[in-house]
């Protein structure tokens, strides 16, 4: 998960480039970001949420995006109500947490014994430090 400053076609392409294999399919909603980013890719398929289709079942695939947006639902529900605040600062830390949760679910077989053994893998070798009061940030 990114934070994106700007959801143009270049940044948007530049994000999915950096982090899906081109040998994959693309599934999108029928927004324009998508349109020539997914020529990229080994397959592209949309749902066209305008024309209420939100499923599409193909003879080799279903195609939808409620996956993702059931992401998006989750930490949007976390940040409301859990967090209830996030500067924008540490939104890049929200994001990751959220993800580490969601690619390490009990649907995928994880256990928390194992969410657990991740998250110290995760933090070996890292030290995380705070400015002394008085101390200038470092930007």
Request: overall charge positive; some cysteine.
């Amino acid at each position: 998960m990114f934070k994106v400053e700007n959801a143009t076609k270049a940044e948007v392409r530049a994000v999915i480039v950096r982090s899906a294999d081109r040998k994959s399919k693309l599934y999108t909603d029928e927004s324009k970001l998508y349109t020539e980013l997914g020529r990229e890719f080994a397959g592209h398929d949309t749902v066209k949420h305008s024309a209420s289709e939100y499923v599409r079942y193909e003879a080799d695939a279903v195609i939808h995006t409620n996956t993702i947006e059931n992401v998006f639902s989750v930490f949007k529900r976390g940040m409301s109500g859990v967090y209830q605040h996030c500067g924008e600062s540490h939104l890049h830390r929200y994001l990751a947490e959220f993800e580490f949760r969601f690619n390490r679910r009990a649907k995928l077989g994880w256990s928390d014994a194992m969410r657990a053994a991740a998250l110290v893998r995760g933090a070996e070798g890292k030290r995380l430090t705070y400015r002394q009061p008085g101390e200038a940030a470092h930007a």
